[in-house]
């Protein structure tokens, strides 16, 4: 039976999440986990986790961040250098992607005190995550506050070069889904009948059937 909602379930103390939605955390749902690196003012290799974000054609290809904190460094370097990369993880490497949070230090190069290897980009200036099995260069294009003095703002860049690892594009080797392709980001799923709220995941695509035969 479907049930609805329009205010926050009493079971759900909204002042604890974290200024997410409690909507977020009813719907749960899965958005691509990457890591942006660019270049800090003083020139060091910076990284950060990102989720919220989609990816769509118009004339070319572009990424939609949904939510960047203004406060962070990704959000300083990009209105600088205008320049980034998107770079995919694979699980194997996640754990030192996630590092990247607590090596956040103004002079830290975020990149190799994480465990990774940064290289220079072919076409932006920023750094790519070697290990990562896509990079995606880009340049800025425009921001915008969802509602006025937001904290985070959605932001548009263009892909202007792609770099992917052949095994991943081959879909008879590693391929782009499953266990060795793209991760998801699944925000602590809450029960709004019960308040329970499950673990932050990480989680991955698995190809159900071609489109016009389930
Ligand atoms: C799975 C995951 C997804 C994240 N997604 C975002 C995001 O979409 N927007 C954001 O501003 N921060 C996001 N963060 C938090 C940033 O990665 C974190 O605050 C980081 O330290 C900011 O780094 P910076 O100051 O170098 O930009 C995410 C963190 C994790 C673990």
């Not at 607590?102 to 290990?131: M, Q």
């Amino acid at each position: 039976m479907k049930k609805e909602f329009s205010q926050c379930p009493r079971v759900i103390d909204e002042s604890e999440l974290y200024g997410f939605s409690w909507i977020e955390h009813v719907a749960a749902i899965p958005s691509p986990l990457i890591v942006v690196t660019s270049y800090k003012d003083n020139g060091k290799p910076n990284a950060t986790m990102q989720s919220w974000s989609t990816f769509v054609s118009e004339e070319g290809f572009y990424c939609i961040f949904g939510s960047v904190n203004k406060d962070g460094h990704m959000y300083s370097s990009i209105a600088k250098n205008k320049q980034l990369v998107i770079n995919f993880p694979s699980r194997d490497i996640y754990g030192k992607c996630y590092k990247t949070i607590e090596n956040n230090g103004y002079d830290e190069d975020e990149i190799t005190s994480s465990g990774l290897t940064a290289e220079k980009a072919s076409t932006v200036n920023a750094p790519r995550i070697k290990e990562c099995f896509l990079n995606l260069e880009c340049e800025y294009l425009w921001e915008k506050e969802i509602v006025p003095n937001a904290q985070h703002v959605v932001m548009c860049v263009k892909i202007v070069n792609v770099c992917m690892d052949e095994e991943h594009y081959n879909s008879e080797e590693k391929g782009r889904y499953g266990e060795t392709g793209y991760l998801y980001n699944i925000h602590s799923p809450i029960n709004p009948e019960t308040g329970r709220e499950d673990e932050t995941y990480i989680g991955m695509i698995q190809k159900l059937a071609a489109y016009d035969e389930l």
